[in-house]
């Protein structure tokens, strides 16, 4: 029988590092495309579509033997004298970005240093919040142990349902419940029909968005600016997606792809005024099937409850669309005074 080959687990003699970004973008951008679980939210060109002077950004590379092992994007908030540090500052999800494969030891390892360089800076603490697991499973419990074990705790949950694509067309047969899928077919009947676009496809996605988010009564995330900024800024992974009524958009999603396999629809828009048609069930079906040929595994729903809050309606619509809860978390470290 052959052997197995030994893997040298010895500890590295070097320590490790944390480093301002300063003038080394190439290296994280190079570093970035490379890594196991980066995402578009710690690319430093789509934190970019902030204005100057938002936030106190204060992106930290993890450098070992003179060659990154990590990256950190974040910043810091109130107060000014004892900021904390969060990561992300202006984006969804944050944390440590890696290379596979990734040892615990390491992995301590870089969040004492972490731990160390805030101490350091007379930081009050450390805050991460980390995507769910299947953002990427090789990493993804590995560093929530070691946040746990160097005495993170846990501040927030979001539920953030998930729909497991599906390459085999018409996915939404097997996904819907039965009255959602009805929704679908009805409503192609009536000659719905969904199309993805662009930048181009701004003017459509604007009419469900602004109704929806007036309806509300609560501001969007994004400014229509920023989406306009944000889309131009990644033509091939922000995409809108739309369910077109003749010319009417009765329905819209603003979809992240974050990383090989996951994207995010960041906003699910309907328009009012056509609510019998069931636009939302629709654009989402065609967005299955649009991102599973294109080789994606999930897609992320975004939040439906977070802490105490439960928003009963909206998980009971994503639900009945087959998606399964999974959590997004946030964890904290306070300096001791």
């Keep these: 029988m052959a052997q197995r080959r030994q893997v040298d687990m010895k500890p590295a003699a070097d320590p490790i590092t944390a480093v301002p970004l300063g003038t080394s973008e190439e290296i994280w951008q190079g570093f970035l495309a490379r890594s196991a679980n980066g995402t578009l939210f710690h690319d430093l060109d789509f934190l970019r579509y902030h204005p100057p002077g938002r936030f106190r950004f ?10 990154p092992i990590a990256l950190f994007p974040g910043g810091l908030v109130e107060p000014e004298e004892r900021p ?26 870089m969040i004492e240093t972490l731990q160390n360089y805030a101490r350091d800076r007379g930081w009050a603490g450390i805050q991460i919040t980390l995507p769910p697991n299947y953002y990427n499973f090789e990493t993804a419990d590995a560093i929530s142990f070691a946040l746990f074990c160097r005495g993170f705790r846990l501040e927030h949950r979001w539920l953030c349902p998930v729909l497991q ?9 097997r996904m819907y419940r039965s009255r959602q899928a009805s ?14 676009a662009g930048i181009e496809g701004f003017p459509q996605f604007v009419t469900p968005f602004r109704d929806t988010y007036a ?15 944000l889309i131009t800024r990644f033509p091939d992974r922000i995409r809108i997606h739309l369910a077109m009524l003749q010319n009417v958009p009765i329905a819209a999603l603003l979809v992240f792809r974050l990383n090989a396999i996951v994207a995010n629809t960041f906003y699910i828009c309907s328009n009012e005024k ?22 994606y595994r999930y897609l992320d729903l975004g939040p439906s ?3 105490m809050k439960f928003n009963r309606g909206v998980t009971f619509f994503k639900e009945g669309l087959g998606a399964v809860g999974q959590c997004r978390d946030r964890w904290r470290w306070n300096v001791e005074t």
């Design 58 to 67: 204060h992106h930290l590379m993890l450098i070992h033997d003179g060659e």
């Design 84 to 109: 904390l540090f969060c990561s992300p500052l202006g984006a969804s999800i944050g944390g440590l970005v890696v290379a596979a494969p990734l040892r615990a030891e390491t992995t301590l390892a």
């Design 165 to 173: 694509l599906d390459s085999k067309p018409n996915a939404f047969e």
């Design 183 to 196: 929704f679908v077919r009805a409503g192609v009947r009536k000659g719905v029909r969904c199309i993805e």
């Design 215 to 229: 309806r509300h009564g609560v501001p969007a995330t994004h400014s229509e600016q920023e989406i306009q900024d």
């Design 274 to 295: 056509h609510a019998n048609e069931h636009g939302p069930a629709l654009v989402i079906a065609d967005t299955m099937d649009r991102l599973a040929m294109a080789g």
């Design 305 to 307: 409850a977070w802490d």
